[in-house]
């Protein structure tokens, strides 16, 4: 079929993500929403049109989370600002792209930056998938990133209704096994 799409690679924490380029919004590389209102986002969103319902995944990359598998109150700041920084960016990035989606005043240049497939999406029902990727991370390290990160999405994800099993902290491992990198 005349329907391939074309496949770009995006490089980011030292990990190659190829995604389809007219299904792929490089949010933080983005005029309207980077640079113009200043907001930090995620990498990039890319709908996957599976076949049962289509899927909007938010993806965050991080070269390496710190361990915090053990509770002292060092540890414990970290993990609070590392999430933090996280939830913010998940969050703008859901916000930023669906108040764009649902045409809201004043966003026409965050929809114009959209692409295609992005642009004609079901808004109302496309599902969520929130993906933190971390590089270099044993398995166990990502167990309390991904505890805290839920906690701290909750409210977003009940404004959203996004069940919380969509949240996904993986490391390099898992996302070469689901062919989300190269």
């Keep these: 079929g005349g329907d391939r799409s074309m496949i770009i690679d995006i490089i980011e924490s030292k990990m190659v993500f190829p995604v389809e380029k ?4 490089l949010i933080e590389k983005s005029k309207s929403v980077s640079k113009k209102r200043g907001l930090k986002s995620v990498e990039f969103v890319e709908l ?4 049962k319902n289509p899927s909007l995944r938010f993806v ?35 916000s930023i792209l669906f108040s764009s989606l649902s045409k ?11 692409p295609t497939g992005i642009q004609s999406v079901n808004y109302k029902n496309v599902e969520c998938g929130l993906w933190l990727v971390v590089k270099d991370s044993e398995p166990e390290w990502l167990i309390p990133v ?12 009940k404004c959203w209704n996004i069940p919380d099993s969509n949240v ?5 491992d898992d996302a070469r096994n689901l062919t989300i990198i190269k």
């Design 146 to 157: 991904l505890a805290s990160l839920k906690k701290e999405l909750k409210p977003m994800l």
């Design 60 to 94: 965050e990359a991080k070269t390496s989370n710190p361990n915090f598998t053990n509770n002292d109150n060092d540890n414990k700041e970290k993990l609070d600002e590392y999430i933090h920084d996280i939830r913010e960016k998940f969050q703008n990035s859901v």
């Design 48 to 51: 996957k049109n599976f076949a």
């Design 22 to 25: 007219e299904n792929t919004f």
């Design 168 to 172: 996904k902290v993986i490391n390099e």
């Design 104 to 114: 809201r005043k004043g966003l026409d240049d965050v929809f114009n930056e959209l």
